[in-house]
């Protein structure tokens, strides 16, 4: 088991870029699948991107292709989000997540496959 922290979120204009970063206690960090998923009010939590624990595989959902770029630091067992051209429709609350026991290059996707999570930020995109 990991404990998640994310940290990074805030109030920002259309156009404008956020950067999350996700901390991970515990020394198997390396071992982890990372991903973020979003919950905007009234909607259910959505898978955004992973990243595979070997750090060689990517996958986003296809609103934010070309905007975010997920990144992983296993020295200071760190995953970030790097989040740019934000448009009001990515307001919601950010989750961290983490998933065990996978194969070195696979991503998941589904929030059942997540073995822990963080808290979650908010990151708010005004028009």
């Known amino acids: 088991q990991v404990q998640l922290v994310e940290s990074g979120g805030g109030l920002v204009q259309a156009g404008g870029s956020l950067r999350l970063s996700c901390a991970a206690s515990?020394?198997?960090?390396?071992?982890?699948?990372m991903g973020w998923f979003r919950q905007a009010p009234g909607k259910e939590r959505e898978f955004v991107v992973g990243?595979?624990?070997?750090?060689?595989?990517?996958d986003y959902t296809d609103s934010v292709k070309g905007r975010f770029t997920i990144s992983r630091d296993n020295r200071k067992n760190t995953v970030s989000l790097q989040m740019d051209s934000l448009r009001p429709e990515d307001t919601a609350i950010y989750y961290c997540?983490?998933?065990?026991?996978?194969?070195?290059?696979?991503?998941?996707?589904?929030?059942?496959?997540?073995?822990?999570w963080g808290q979650g930020t908010q990151v708010t995109v005004s028009s």
């Open positions: 997540a983490a998933a065990r026991g996978l194969q070195s290059d696979y991503v998941p996707q589904s929030s059942s496959e997540y073995d822990d």
């Open positions: 515990g020394r198997t960090f390396i071992t982890y699948a």
């Open positions: 990243i595979s624990w070997s750090g060689l595989n990517t």
